[in-house]
C-alpha cells in the first residue's frame, strides 16, 4: 500500500483524535473558516471582514489535482467552523473524510447554482479547442464540467452570495456586516466586469485565440469573446502527434505567446513557444490577490493578442 493510500485511509480515525483534543472554539472570537484555493480566501475576507479568520487547503504553487492536506492543516480544519467548498476536484476525495470527522463544520458548496459548462480540450482533427457557451452541449455533450468558474466575475456573484450565506448561518450576530460587506463586493465585481470588458472590447475579431496549456481560462474567454487553446490533452501531457497538430494550428492562428499555469510543467508549452517562436508567459489562475489577478490577465491577454 502507498503512503498516499494509508493516508487517505487513517486520515479519519487520525483527525477524530484531534477533533478530540483540539477542544471548544473560543466564545466571541473569529469564524474559524477553510476554502479549498487561494482565491476564496479573498472572496470570503471581502465578505467577513475581521470577523473572519480564513485557512486554505491548496497552498501557493500546489497543484490543485493533486494535493493533500498536510499534518498541520489536519489540525487546523479540526477548529474549522464552516468549510466553503467550491467544486474543484480535490474536494471529492478530502471533504466527505473531513466532514465526518468534524461534524460541527458547515460545509458551503458556494458553487450551487453556478452554471458550468464542459472544459475545452484542443480537438485532435485539428478544429479549435473553443468554449462557446452557446455551443457548449452541442460540441462537449460528454466532457468534464469546467471548475474554474471563480475566473468570471459574473459567476462570481453567486459564489458571493453563498459565501455570505454560510457566514450568516454560523455567525448570524453580524448578519448586517456580512450583508453590507456582500452588496459592497457585489458592486465592485460589477465595476471588474466592466473594466475588462472595456480593456478587451477593442481586439480585432481575429485577433482573439489565445494558448494556454491547462485550459483554465475558458469562462474568463467565454464572457469577454475570447477563444482558448488548450495545449493539455484530458489531463495529461499531450502525445508526439498530438504536440505537432497544436503546433501547425498554431502556425495557423499566428500564435506569438503561449500562456502557462505555474503549477504545471511547462515542457510542452516550452517545445511549442520554441517551434512558433513564441514567448511563454506565466499566468495563474489560482492567484490570492484575484481582482488585481484578473486585471492582470486582462492586460496580458490585451497585449498578447494585438
Known amino acids: ?14 483527525l ?28 470570503v475576507e471581502r465578505i467577513g471582514g475581521d470577523l473572519v479568520d480564513v485557512g486554505v487547503l491548496v497552498l501557493p504553487g500546489a497543484n490543485p489535482h493533486m494535493y493533500e492536506p498536510s499534518p498541520r492543516q489536519m489540525t487546523a480544519l479540526t477548529r474549522a467552523q464552516v468549510y ?20 460541527g463544520m458547515l460545509v458551503v458548496r458556494t458553487q450551487e447554482g453556478v452554471e458550468k459548462v464542459p472544459m ?31 475566473l468570471d466575475p459574473v459567476r462570481v456573484k453567486t459564489i458571493a452570495r453563498n459565501t ?26 460589477e465595476g471588474l466586469n466592466a473594466s475588462i470588458a472595456q480593456t478587451l472590447a477593442a481586439l480585432p475579431a481575429d485577433k482573439r485565440t489565445f494558448m494556454v496549456f491547462h ?4 469562462y474568463f474567454a467565454a464572457r469577454y469573446g475570447l477563444t482558448q487553446v488548450a495545449i493539455e490533452a484530458g ?42 517562436k ?11 490577490n484575484w481582482k488585481d489577478n484578473l486585471l492582470h490577465a486582462a492586460a496580458a491577454f490585451d497585449q498578447a493578442l494585438r
Not at 467550491?86 to 465526518?100: C, F, H, Q, R
Not at 478544429?127 to 474554474?148: F, T, Y
Not at 485550459?215 to 475558458?218: D, E, H, L, Q, V
Not at 513564441?278 to 490570492?288: G, S
Request: net charge negative.
Open 164 to 189: 455570505c450565506a454560510g457566514l450568516v448561518q454560523v455567525d448570524p450576530a453580524h448578519r448586517a456586516a456580512y450583508e453590507a460587506n456582500l452588496a459592497a463586493f457585489l458592486k465592485d465585481l
Open 1 to 14: 500500500m502507498t503512503v498516499s493510500r494509508l493516508m487517505k485511509k487513517l486520515f479519519p480515525m487520525v
Open 215 to 218: 485550459p483554465s481560462w475558458g
Open 120 to 150: 475545452a480540450a484542443h480537438e485532435h482533427d485539428g478544429e479549435q479547442g473553443a468554449m462557446h457557451e452557446e455551443h457548449a452541449d452541442e460540441e462537449h455533450e460528454h466532457g468534464i464540467l469546467d471548475p474554474h468558474i471563480w
Open 235 to 276: 489531463g495529461s501531457e499531450p502525445s508526439p502527434r498530438h504536440l505537432a497538430e497544436i503546433i501547425e494550428h498554431g502556425r495557423e492562428l499566428g500564435v506569438t505567446v503561449v500562456f502557462v499555469q505555474p503549477q504545471f510543467s511547462r515542457r510542452s508549452a516550452d517545445v511549442i513557444a520554441s517551434e512558433l
Open 84 to 103: 466553503f467548498a467550491i467544486g474543484v476536484n480535490l474536494e471529492d476525495v478530502w471533504l466527505p473524510k473531513l466532514a465526518d470527522a468534524n461534524r
Open 16 to 43: 477524530g483524535l484531534m477533533v478530540a483534543w483540539a477542544g471548544p472554539v473560543l466564545a466571541g472570537g473569529k469564524v474559524r473558516a477553510f476554502v479549498s484555493i487561494l482565491p476564496q480566501k479573498y472572496f
Open 278 to 288: 513564441a514567448r511563454v508567459v506565466p499566468l495563474d489562475p489560482l492567484a490570492e
